[in-house]
């Protein structure tokens, strides 16, 4: 296999690429995570999302867990080679939901007047989320 | 000034934020960056985007030199507390042009069949955006 574009990436000195996730259609960015060479490959190869969880120290098949896959319609890498944009369609919810705390998105916090807001519904329990 | 709010924040061993940049209206990711505290506190204070270059090893007003300002309307922080998303009109040309490329956004590099491809045109000549 031809392995020239994940040698094109400026990996960083954990290995790392950061990855941006943005859902397809509406445009929202859903989350922000990282992969090593080997999620990112994985994630051109079976079209869904695959991380590298620094905090597990493991791959991360998103999804795995909560049945929230993400297909994934485009990987975009910018001017310096080091960032990733995902372009993804957030599977398993109606609307998807890609935060852990059941929320549509990661970034539901929002700054006012020196303090931050949260401001997006939880659309689901993570309690019934992750019962498995 | 109460700075609860950046106490908050989750900096990383380098006491830095990594920042997803959007575009309001049309939700292009433009760019990524990142932030120290005080560049945070100088976006949230001017409305007006300061990273901190990392290859400099300064705060970095956006826009400085090539004019091309990024208007703050909107800043979020994620579940962790560990990213910040920034929505912006890019200002200094139409079409907004982020990327130092002389591009729209930064993510112009699409991955297709084993290989990234520039998929984005150039809306100005760098050498001309940069000449001050």
């Known amino acids: 296999m031809?392995?020239?574009w994940l040698d094109q990436i400026t990996w960083d000195r954990d290995g790392l690429v950061p990855v941006i996730?943005?859902?397809q259609g509406s445009g929202d960015v859903l989350m922000f995570a990282w992969m090593n060479r080997e999620a990112l490959a994985l994630t051109a190869d079976k079209r869904q999302a695959v991380y590298w969880s620094r905090s597990r120290q493991r791959l991360w098949h998103k999804g795995e867990e909560s049945?929230?896959?993400?297909?994934?319609?485009?990987i975009r890498l910018d001017c310096d080679n080091d960032v990733v944009l995902l372009s993804v369609t957030q599977l398993g919810h109606e609307p998807g939901i890609a935060c852990h705390t059941g929320?549509?998105?990661c970034f539901f916090q929002r700054y006012q007047d020196g303090a931050w807001h949260s401001?997006?519904?939880?659309?689901?329990?993570p309690a019934a989320i992750y019962r498995k």
Not at 119 to 125: A, F, G, N
């Open 67 to 74: 049945g929230h896959f993400q297909q994934v319609h485009d």
């Open 103 to 105: 929320r549509h998105s």
């Open 2 to 4: 031809n392995d020239d």
């Open 119 to 125: 401001v997006e519904p939880v659309l689901q329990d």
């Open 21 to 23: 996730t943005q859902e």
